[in-house]
C-alpha cells in the first residue's frame, strides 16, 4: 500500500474528469471492496475518488412499477425499501444474502456489481493471475476450486463474480445508468459483465473513467413472485457456491413466464435464457424445471483442483434450480 | 470453601468491554517504532539476492534486516525461532526480512519494496501416506509413539465384526482474534517484552538464551491475551523478530503485530491427520481389539508429532491394541498446538469408527460404547482417578430423548430437511506441570496473590481468587490476584488445561504456608510462597464427556446445519460455573467449526494455504451455532488435585466433529469419514 491523493469532488462531471484524466485513479463507493485492495496490494492508485457525497441516495418511483435506485443507494436501505420488498422481492432477498450487516450498511448500489472476484489467487499478490497481472498466469487452474465457474470460462481465467446483487438484478432486466466523458449511456445489465475470454482484466464493459450514477428497474410484474436462493459453506457471511434469482408466473399449472439468472457459476451474473425458454409452456412440475436445468447447463464444465475440484456444482446448480422453481411455482398456484 | 463453585463474573469483564484492557500492541511506551516482516515467496531453497535499497531509502524506514545484516543470534538451535540467520528457505512465508519505520504503512509500504530472488529447490507439501516417513521418536508432551498389546492382526482375523476404515482430519489455523503482536524494547542489555503470549516465563525462557541474555534481564508482560488457542502457548518467530528489529534500533521500542494472512505461515497449526482405523468385535459389539495408526506432518526445520493416537489408549477395553504415529516431513510452516492437540483429532477416527460397528451389529452407540467400558486404563493398568464417561452417555442420553431414537438412517424429515442425531465421547488428560509457585501478601488489609499465570479469556483473572479465597478461608473480595508478568512468581504455560490443576496448587500451597506461618491475624507485609508438588503416579487421570447432535441435511441442496449441540462434561470440580460453560461451549462451538468449517487449503503447488483470511477460512458463525448446551455431573475426584478439578479448556472440542460426521450419516445413510463435512461430500446420496 503507497500513499494517494484522495479527492471527493462535489458532482458527478468533475469525479469522472478526475478519474478520466489520471490512468492510476479510481473511483471509492463504501469501500468494502476496494479498501481491501489497497491492503493486499492489488490496487495501488495515485489517486482516490470518493464519490459517496454526491451519488444519488435516493430510489425514486418511476411510474408504472419502475424504480430508479440511486448509486449511492446504501445495501441495506435497498433491501429494507418497502417498494423493492413488494415489487422486486428478489433483490431484497439477494442483498440480504450477501455479507454482513455492517458491511451492507457501507456497501453502495454501485459498488457492489462492480466488486471484484474473490478468487484467492487473485487477491494474493504472489501468486500469478491474469485478471490481475495479464499474461502471468492462471493459478486457480488446477488449484483450489471450488469458488470456481462452471460456465462461460476461458483457458485464461475460471473466476466467479461474487456479487448477489447483481445476479437479481440480471434476472430483473435491469438497466446501468453510465457517466463517462461523452456524456450520459444506458447499458442492459446483463451486457455490464464480460465474460473472460482473452482479457479476464475487464470485469465489465466500463472505460476507465465510466460513472455508474443509478441503475433503474423496469416494471416487471413477474417479479412480484420472486425469489433468491443462496448455497454456501455456512449458513451466513459467505459467498455462493452457487445462487439463483428467479421469477415465475405459473397458471393453470403452466409456466406461462419465467425470469432466472445463476451466481457463483461465472464470470459474470449468468441470465439462464435457456432455461426461461425451456420452461415457457411447460408444465409447472419437477420433470420441466430439471428440464429446464438441463437445457441451461448442457455446457457446463467442471474444473478439476484440490479437495476433488468443482464438479459437485453442476448437481448442485440443477438441484438449486429445481427446489426454487417448484417452491415460487407451490406460492403461485 | 465457598467461593470454589460460585457462579462469579469475569473480574476483568469491565475493563475488556469497555476496551482499556491494554494489550501487547498497546503496551505504554515512548516514540514507538513499527517492524512489517517480509516473506519468503517460495518453498523451498536458497535466497541469491536481496535488494533492499528502494526500501531503506523510503521516507520514514528506520531499518531494514535481511540474513546479509542481522545480528547473529546466540543460540539457534531452534530453527522456526533462528530468523534472518541463514539464506535457506524451508517453507513459504518463512521470514526473509525486516522493516522497521516510523509507522506501521511505511513499514508495510516499504516491505514491499525489498526485492528478493531464489535459487528455488524442488518442494514436497502434499501429505499423503506413501510419502517417506519415521517414527519420531516421541509425540507431544512426552507420549511414547507406539505401544502394542496383544496380537491386533489376530484378532482381526478371528473376529465376528471388524472395521477397517481411513479417516482424515484438515489442517487447521487456531486463528485466535487477536494476532500475534509484539512490543520489544531494549535497554541496554535488559530487554521488556510486552507478548500475547499463553505464558510470560516460558516465553522468557525461550527468549533469553536466543539472545545470549541471563533470564533476570528479560522481562514479559502480559496482561490480557485476545485468544490463543495453543498458538501462543510457545513463541513463534514473530517474537524474535520483533526483539531483533528492535535492537537494531536503539533507544526505540518496536511493535510488531502478524497480519491476518501472516499467521497462516508463522504461528502454528494443528496438522493434518490419516487415520487408520481398526476394530475387532463379538456379535454383541464387545471389542477384542482397537487400532490407530496415524500418519501426519511435521517441517524440516522442526519437529512437531501431534499425539494423535494417545486417546484410543485409554478409551476402550480390549485385549489387542495397537497405537503408532508416523511423520512426513514437507516444506511447510511448523506445526504446533491447537487446542486439545492429539486428543482432538485423534477422537474423530475412533468415534465415526465406533458409530459404524454400532451400525454394523444394530447396537445403540450409547450401549456399544458402555459395553466397551474399561474398569482400568487398558494402556498402563492403573485405576482411574474418577471416570464417568458411562455417567454423561446416559445423563446427555436423557435430555437428548435418545431412548427413542430410531437407528435407521435417512429416514426422518423435517419439512425440506433430513434430521439425524448423533453422539461421540469426549476425553481429555489431567496434565499438571512440574512448576509453578505463588506469593501471598498480606497488603491494606486484604491478600494478595501473584503468580506469572495467563488468563487467554479462559478466566484465570476470576478463578484463581476463587481458590486462593477458600485456601485462605476468606471472602473472594479480600483477595487480589496479580499475573501475567515475570516480577511474579514463575509460572508454568497456559496449555494442557493444566493452568488450574498446577497454579492453583501452588496458590493452595502458598495459602498454606501462609496461614501456617502467621496464622488467622497476619500483619501487613507477611508473606509466604508455596509451589506446585508432584503428580500423583498411581492414578490414570482423564476427564470424559458426551456431545449430542441433531443435524439437518437439507434434501435439496445438502447444506448442513446443526440446531443443536449438548455436551455433558465429568471433569472435576467445576471452580466458577459461569467461567467453565463459557471454556465447554467454546470448545463445542469451535469442534462445530471444525466438522462443518475450517480447512486451511494449503496449495501444494505452492506450498501456502490459500484461504489465509477469514473470508476464506471459515469458522462457524452465529447463524450455524444455534442451540450450544453444555452441562457437567458431580464429580469428585481426590487424587486429581487439592481443588478436585479437572481442566476444561479443551476437552469441549473433543468428539464434536465425529458427533456431527454420526448425526448426518444418521439423516442420510453417508459416512463423512472425511473432515470437514460440506455439502459436496452427501449431495449423490440425497433424495
Ligand atoms: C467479508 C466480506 C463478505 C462479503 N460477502 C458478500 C456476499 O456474500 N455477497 C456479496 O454480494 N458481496 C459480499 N461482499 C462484498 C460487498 O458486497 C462489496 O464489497 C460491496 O458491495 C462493494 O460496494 P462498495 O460501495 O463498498 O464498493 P467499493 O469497495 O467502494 O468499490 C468497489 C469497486 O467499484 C468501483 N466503484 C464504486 N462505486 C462506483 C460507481 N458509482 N461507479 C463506478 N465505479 C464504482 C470502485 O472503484 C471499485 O472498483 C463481502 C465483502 C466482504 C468484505
Ligand atoms: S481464475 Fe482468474 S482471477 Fe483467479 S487466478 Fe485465474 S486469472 Fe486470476
Same mark, same amino acid.
Given at each position: 500500500?503507497?500513499?494517494?491523493?484522495?479527492?471527493?469532488?462535489?458532482?458527478?462531471?468533475?469525479?469522472?474528469?478526475?478519474?478520466?484524466?489520471?490512468?492510476?485513479?479510481?473511483?471509492?463507493?463504501?469501500?468494502?471492496?476496494?479498501?481491501?485492495?489497497?491492503?493486499?496490494?492489488?490496487?495501488?492508485?495515485?489517486?482516490?475518488?470518493?464519490?459517496?457525497?454526491?451519488?444519488?441516495?435516493?430510489?425514486?418511483?418511476?411510474?408504472?412499477?419502475?424504480?430508479?435506485?440511486?448509486?449511492?443507494?446504501?445495501?441495506?436501505?435497498?433491501?429494507?425499501?418497502?417498494?423493492?420488498?413488494?415489487?422486486?422481492?428478489?433483490?431484497?432477498?439477494?442483498?440480504?444474502?450477501?455479507?454482513?450487516?455492517?458491511?451492507?450498511?457501507?456497501?453502495?448500489?454501485?459498488?457492489?456489481?462492480?466488486?471484484?472476484?474473490?478468487?484467492?489467487?487473485?487477491?494474493?499478490?504472489?501468486?500469478?493471475?491474469?485478471?490481475?497481472?495479464?499474461?502471468?498466469?492462471?493459478?486457480?487452474?488446477?488449484?483450489?476450486?471450488?469458488?470456481?465457474?462452471?460456465?462461460?470460462?476461458?483457458?485464461?481465467?475460471?473466476?466467479?463474480?461474487?456479487?448477489?446483487?447483481?445476479?437479481?438484478?440480471?434476472?430483473?432486466?435491469?438497466?446501468?445508468?453510465?457517466?463517462?466523458?461523452?456524456?450520459?449511456?444506458?447499458?442492459?445489465?446483463?451486457?455490464?459483465?464480460?465474460?473472460?475470454?482473452?482479457?479476464?482484466?475487464?470485469?465489465?464493459?466500463?472505460?476507465?473513467?465510466?460513472?455508474?450514477?443509478?441503475?433503474?428497474?423496469?416494471?416487471?410484474?413477474?417479479?412480484?413472485?420472486?425469489?433468491?436462493?443462496?448455497?454456501?459453506?455456512?449458513?451466513?457471511?459467505?459467498?455462493?457456491?452457487?445462487?439463483?434469482?428467479?421469477?415465475?408466473?405459473?397458471?393453470?399449472?403452466?409456466?406461462?413466464?419465467?425470469?432466472?439468472?445463476?451466481?457463483?457459476?461465472?464470470?459474470?451474473?449468468?441470465?439462464?435464457?435457456?432455461?426461461?425458454?425451456?420452461?415457457?409452456?411447460?408444465?409447472?412440475?419437477?420433470?420441466?424445471?430439471?428440464?429446464?436445468?438441463?437445457?441451461?447447463?448442457?455446457?457446463?464444465?467442471?474444473?478439476?483442483?484440490?479437495?476433488?475440484?468443482?464438479?459437485?456444482?453442476?448437481?448442485?446448480?440443477?438441484?438449486?434450480?429445481?427446489?426454487?422453481?417448484?417452491?415460487?411455482?407451490?406460492?403461485?398456484? | 470453601?465457598?467461593?470454589?463453585?460460585?457462579?462469579?463474573?469475569?473480574?476483568?469483564?469491565?475493563?475488556? /468491554?469497555?476496551?482499556?484492557?491494554?494489550?501487547?500492541?498497546?503496551?505504554?511506551?515512548?516514540?514507538?517504532?513499527?517492524?512489517?516482516?517480509?516473506?519468503?515467496?517460495?518453498?523451498?531453497?536458497?535466497?541469491?539476492?536481496?535488494?533492499?535499497?528502494?526500501?531503506?531509502?523510503?521516507?520514514?524506514?528506520?531499518?531494514?534486516?535481511?540474513?546479509?545484516?542481522?545480528?547473529?543470534?546466540?543460540?539457534?538451535?531452534?530453527?522456526?525461532?533462528?530468523?534472518?540467520?541463514?539464506?535457506?528457505?524451508?517453507?513459504?512465508?518463512?521470514?526473509?526480512?525486516?522493516?522497521?519505520?516510523?509507522?506501521?504503512?511505511?513499514?508495510?509500504?516499504?516491505?514491499?519494496?525489498?526485492?528478493?530472488?531464489?535459487?528455488?529447490?524442488?518442494?514436497?507439501?502434499?501429505?499423503?501416506?506413501?510419502?517417506?516417513?519415521?517414527?519420531?521418536?516421541?509425540?507431544?508432551?512426552?507420549?511414547?509413539?507406539?505401544? @502394542?498389546?496383544?496380537? /491386533?492382526?489376530?484378532?482381526?482375523?478371528?473376529?465376528?465384526?471388524?472395521?477397517?476404515?481411513?479417516?482424515?482430519?484438515?489442517?487447521?489455523?487456531?486463528?485466535?482474534?487477536?494476532?500475534?503482536?509484539?512490543?520489544?524494547?531494549?535497554?541496554?542489555?535488559?530487554?521488556?517484552?510486552?507478548?500475547?503470549?499463553?505464558?510470560?516465563?516460558?516465553?522468557?525462557?525461550?527468549?533469553?538464551?536466543?539472545?545470549?541474555?541471563?533470564?533476570?534481564?528479560?522481562?514479559?508482560?502480559?496482561?490480557?491475551?485476545?485468544?490463543? %488457542?495453543?498458538?501462543?502457548?510457545?513463541?513463534?518467530?514473530?517474537?524474535?523478530?520483533?526483539?531483533?528489529?528492535?535492537?537494531?534500533?536503539?533507544?526505540?521500542?518496536?511493535?510488531?503485530?502478524?497480519?491476518?494472512?501472516?499467521?497462516?505461515?508463522?504461528?502454528?497449526?494443528?496438522?493434518?491427520?490419516?487415520?487408520?482405523?481398526?476394530?475387532?468385535?463379538?456379535?454383541?459389539?464387545?471389542?477384542?481389539?482397537?487400532?490407530?495408526?496415524?500418519?501426519?506432518?511435521?517441517?524440516?526445520?522442526?519437529?512437531?508429532?501431534?499425539?494423535?493416537?494417545?486417546?484410543?489408549?485409554?478409551?476402550?477395553?480390549?485385549?489387542?491394541?495397537?497405537?503408532?504415529?508416523?511423520?512426513?516431513?514437507? *516444506?511447510?510452516?511448523?506445526?504446533?498446538?491447537?487446542?486439545?492437540?492429539?486428543?482432538?483429532?485423534?477422537?474423530?477416527?475412533?468415534?465415526?469408527?465406533?458409530?459404524?460397528?454400532?451400525?454394523?451389529?444394530?447396537?445403540?452407540?450409547?450401549?456399544?460404547?458402555?459395553?466397551?467400558?474399561?474398569?482400568?486404563?487398558?494402556?498402563?493398568?492403573?485405576? %482411574?482417578?474418577?471416570?464417568?464417561?458411562?455417567?454423561?452417555?446416559?445423563?446427555?442420553?436423557?435430555?437428548? *430423548?435418545?431412548?427413542?431414537?430410531?437407528?435407521?438412517?435417512?429416514?426422518?424429515?423435517?419439512?425440506?430437511?433430513?434430521?439425524?442425531?448423533?453422539?461421540?465421547?469426549?476425553?481429555?488428560?489431567?496434565?499438571?506441570?512440574?512448576?509453578?509457585?505463588?506469593?501471598?501478601?498480606?497488603?491494606?488489609?486484604?491478600?494478595?496473590?501473584?503468580?506469572?499465570?495467563?488468563?487467554?479469556?479462559?478466566?484465570?483473572?476470576?478463578?484463581?481468587?476463587?481458590?486462593?479465597?477458600?485456601?485462605?478461608?476468606?471472602?473472594?473480595?479480600?483477595?487480589?490476584?496479580?499475573?501475567?508478568?515475570?516480577?511474579?512468581?514463575?509460572?508454568?504455560?497456559?496449555?494442557?488445561?493444566?493452568?488450574?490443576?498446577?497454579?492453583?496448587?501452588?496458590?493452595?500451597?502458598?495459602?498454606?504456608?501462609?496461614?501456617?506461618? %502467621?496464622?488467622?491475624?497476619?500483619? *501487613?507485609?507477611?508473606?509466604?510462597?508455596?509451589?506446585?508438588?508432584?503428580?500423583?503416579?498411581?492414578? @490414570?487421570?482423564?476427564?470424559?464427556?458426551?456431545?449430542?447432535?441433531?443435524?439437518?441435511?437439507?434434501?435439496?441442496?445438502?447444506?448442513?446445519? /446443526?440446531?443443536?449441540?449438548?455436551?455433558?462434561?465429568?471433569?472435576?470440580?467445576?471452580?466458577?460455573?459461569?467461567?467453565?460453560?463459557?471454556?465447554?461451549?467454546?470448545?463445542?462451538?469451535?469442534?462445530?467449526?471444525?466438522?462443518?468449517?475450517?480447512?486451511?487449503?494449503?496449495?501444494?503447488?505452492?506450498?501456502?494455504?490459500?484461504?489465509?483470511?477469514?473470508?476464506?477460512?471459515?469458522?462457524?458463525?452465529?447463524?450455524?451455532?444455534?442451540?450450544?448446551?453444555?452441562?457437567?455431573?458431580?464429580?469428585?475426584?481426590?487424587?486429581?488435585?487439592?481443588?478436585?478439578?479437572?481442566?476444561?479448556?479443551?476437552?469441549?472440542?473433543?468428539?464434536?466433529?465425529?458427533?456431527?460426521?454420526?448425526?448426518?450419516?444418521?439423516?442420510?445413510?453417508?459416512?463423512?469419514?472425511?473432515?470437514?463435512?460440506?455439502?459436496?461430500?452427501?449431495?449423490?446420496?440425497?433424495?
Amino acid at each position: 500500500m503507497r500513499p494517494f491523493t484522495y479527492q471527493a469532488p462535489a458532482d458527478a462531471a468533475s469525479a469522472v474528469r478526475a478519474v478520466t484524466r489520471d490512468p492510476t485513479a479510481v473511483f471509492l463507493g463504501g469501500g468494502t471492496n476496494l479498501v481491501d485492495h489497497l491492503k493486499l496490494g492489488i490496487l495501488d492508485p495515485g489517486l482516490v475518488v470518493d464519490v459517496t457525497g454526491l451519488a444519488s441516495v435516493e430510489i425514486t418511483d418511476l411510474g408504472g412499477g419502475a424504480l430508479r435506485v440511486g448509486a449511492g443507494v446504501p445495501n441495506s436501505d435497498l433491501a429494507a425499501d418497502p417498494l423493492v420488498r413488494e415489487r422486486f422481492p428478489v433483490l431484497s432477498q439477494a442483498l440480504l444474502a450477501g455479507a454482513s450487516g455492517q458491511l451492507r450498511n457501507m456497501a453502495t448500489t454501485g459498488g457492489n456489481p462492480l466488486q471484484r472476484t474473490r478468487c484467492v489467487y487473485f487477491q494474493d499478490v504472489t501468486t500469478p493471475c491474469n485478471k490481475r497481472e495479464p499474461g502471468s498466469g492462471c493459478s486457480a487452474i488446477g488449484g483450489w476450486t471450488r469458488n470456481h465457474a462452471i460456465l462461460g470460462a476461458s483457458a485464461h481465467c475460471i473466476a466467479t463474480h461474487p456479487s448477489d446483487l447483481a445476479v437479481a438484478l440480471a434476472a430483473l432486466d435491469a438497466e446501468v445508468r453510465v457517466l463517462g466523458q461523452d456524456g450520459e449511456r444506458v447499458i442492459p445489465f446483463t451486457d455490464l459483465h464480460r465474460l473472460p475470454g482473452d482479457h479476464p482484466e475487464h470485469d465489465t464493459v466500463l472505460g476507465h473513467g465510466d460513472l455508474i450514477t443509478a441503475i433503474d428497474l423496469p416494471a416487471r410484474p413477474i417479479a412480484r413472485r420472486s425469489a433468491y436462493r443462496k448455497v454456501r459453506d455456512r449458513a451466513s457471511y459467505a459467498f455462493a457456491l452457487v445462487s439463483v434469482a428467479a421469477a415465475v408466473e405459473v397458471d393453470g399449472g403452466v409456466v406461462r413466464d419465467a425470469r432466472i439468472a445463476f451466481g457463483g457459476v461465472a464470470h459474470k451474473p449468468w441470465r439462464a435464457y435457456r432455461a426461461e425458454e425451456a420452461l415457457r409452456g411447460a408444465t409447472a412440475a419437477d420433470d420441466s424445471y430439471r428440464a429446464a436445468a438441463d437445457a441451461e447447463l448442457a455446457d457446463a464444465v467442471a474444473q478439476d483442483g484440490l479437495d476433488g475440484g468443482n464438479a459437485f456444482k453442476i448437481p448442485l446448480l440443477r438441484r438449486t434450480l429445481v427446489a426454487t422453481l417448484r417452491d415460487l411455482a407451490r406460492e403461485d398456484a | 470453601m465457598t467461593a470454589i463453585g460460585t457462579d462469579l463474573a469475569r473480574r476483568d469483564g469491565t475493563v475488556k /468491554v469497555t476496551g482499556t484492557a491494554t494489550y501487547a500492541y498497546e503496551a505504554p511506551v515512548e516514540r514507538p517504532a513499527y517492524a512489517h516482516p517480509v516473506q519468503a515467496t517460495i518453498a523451498r531453497g536458497r535466497i541469491r539476492d536481496i535488494e533492499i535499497e528502494d526500501a531503506e531509502t523510503l521516507d520514514g524506514v528506520l531499518t531494514v534486516l535481511t540474513p546479509d545484516n542481522a545480528e547473529r543470534l546466540a543460540d539457534t538451535d531452534d530453527k522456526e525461532l533462528a530468523v534472518l540467520q541463514s539464506d535457506e528457505v524451508a517453507f513459504r512465508g518463512q521470514l526473509v526480512g525486516v522493516v522497521v519505520a516510523e509507522t506501521s504503512e511505511v513499514a508495510r509500504e516499504a516491505a514491499g519494496l525489498v526485492r528478493v530472488t531464489y535459487d528455488e529447490a524442488e518442494h514436497d507439501a502434499e501429505l499423503a501416506t506413501e510419502r517417506g516417513s519415521y517414527v519420531p521418536e516421541q509425540l507431544n508432551a512426552g507420549y511414547p509413539t507406539e505401544s @502394542a498389546q496383544g496380537d /491386533v492382526d489376530a484378532a482381526m482375523a478371528s473376529a465376528e465384526t471388524t472395521i477397517e476404515r481411513t479417516y482424515t482430519t484438515a489442517m487447521y489455523h487456531n486463528n485466535p482474534l487477536e494476532p500475534h503482536t509484539t512490543t520489544a524494547l531494549w535497554d541496554g542489555d535488559s530487554l521488556t517484552l510486552w507478548d500475547s503470549t499463553q505464558g510470560v516465563h516460558p516465553l522468557r525462557s525461550t527468549i533469553a538464551p536466543i539472545f545470549g541474555l541471563d533470564e533476570e534481564r528479560v522481562r514479559v508482560i502480559c496482561p490480557y491475551v485476545g485468544g490463543g %488457542f495453543g498458538s501462543k502457548g510457545t513463541a513463534h518467530a514473530n517474537v524474535t523478530l520483533a526483539t531483533l528489529a528492535a535492537r537494531a534500533v536503539p533507544g526505540r521500542p518496536v511493535r510488531l503485530a502478524l497480519t491476518r494472512q501472516q499467521m497462516f505461515s508463522l504461528a502454528g497449526y494443528r496438522t493434518p491427520t490419516i487415520q487408520r482405523m481398526r476394530l475387532a468385535a463379538d456379535a454383541d459389539g464387545r471389542l477384542s481389539a482397537i487400532a490407530i495408526d496415524v500418519v501426519e506432518q511435521t517441517s524440516r526445520i522442526k519437529e512437531y508429532a501431534e499425539q494423535t493416537g494417545t486417546p484410543t489408549r485409554i478409551m476402550y477395553a480390549a485385549e489387542n491394541r495397537s497405537v503408532t504415529h508416523r511423520l512426513v516431513p514437507l *516444506d511447510v510452516p511448523v506445526p504446533s498446538w491447537m487446542r486439545a492437540p492429539g486428543d482432538c483429532p485423534g477422537m474423530f477416527g475412533p468415534e465415526v469408527a465406533m458409530d459404524e460397528l454400532a451400525e454394523r451389529l444394530g447396537v445403540d452407540p450409547i450401549e456399544l460404547r458402555i459395553r466397551n467400558e474399561p474398569s482400568v486404563d487398558p494402556d498402563t493398568g492403573k485405576p %482411574f482417578s474418577s471416570r464417568n464417561l458411562v455417567a454423561c452417555l446416559l445423563a446427555g442420553a436423557d435430555r437428548f *430423548d435418545w431412548a427413542d431414537r430410531d437407528l435407521r438412517p435417512g429416514v426422518r424429515r423435517s419439512g425440506d430437511w433430513l434430521v439425524g442425531t448423533g453422539v461421540a465421547a469426549s476425553t481429555y488428560p489431567v496434565h499438571r506441570m512440574p512448576a509453578s509457585t505463588a506469593v501471598i501478601r498480606r497488603e491494606a488489609g486484604r491478600y494478595v496473590v501473584e503468580i506469572g499465570a495467563a488468563d487467554l479469556g479462559t478466566g484465570t483473572w476470576t478463578t484463581l481468587p476463587q481458590i486462593a479465597a477458600d485456601a485462605l478461608d476468606v471472602p473472594v473480595s479480600d483477595v487480589e490476584v496479580r499475573i501475567g508478568d515475570t516480577r511474579y512468581p514463575m509460572a508454568s504455560v497456559a496449555g494442557g488445561s493444566s493452568g488450574m490443576t498446577t497454579w492453583g496448587s501452588a496458590v493452595v500451597e502458598a495459602a498454606r504456608a501462609f496461614r501456617d506461618k %502467621f496464622g488467622q491475624d497476619p500483619a *501487613d507485609g507477611d508473606e509466604a510462597d508455596g509451589s506446585v508438588g508432584p503428580a500423583d503416579e498411581d492414578h @490414570a487421570m482423564h476427564a470424559f464427556g458426551a456431545q449430542f447432535v441433531e443435524a439437518h441435511v437439507h434434501a435439496d441442496t445438502g447444506e448442513l446445519r /446443526v440446531p443443536r449441540l449438548l455436551g455433558v462434561f465429568a471433569a472435576g470440580r467445576i471452580i466458577n460455573p459461569r467461567t467453565a460453560r463459557s471454556q465447554f461451549i467454546g470448545g463445542m462451538t469451535m469442534g462445530l467449526s471444525m466438522a462443518l468449517h475450517e480447512h486451511s487449503v494449503l496449495d501444494p503447488r505452492t506450498g501456502h494455504v490459500v484461504n489465509h483470511d477469514l473470508a476464506e477460512y471459515h469458522v462457524s458463525v452465529n447463524a450455524d451455532v444455534t442451540d450450544v448446551e453444555a452441562t457437567w455431573i458431580d464429580e469428585h475426584d481426590p487424587y486429581v488435585n487439592a481443588m478436585g478439578s479437572k481442566g476444561i479448556g479443551e476437552i469441549g472440542i473433543v468428539g464434536t466433529a465425529a458427533a456431527v460426521s454420526n448425526a448426518v450419516w444418521h439423516a442420510t445413510g453417508v459416512r463423512v469419514r472425511d473432515l470437514p463435512i460440506t455439502l459436496d461430500k452427501v449431495l449423490a446420496a440425497l433424495p
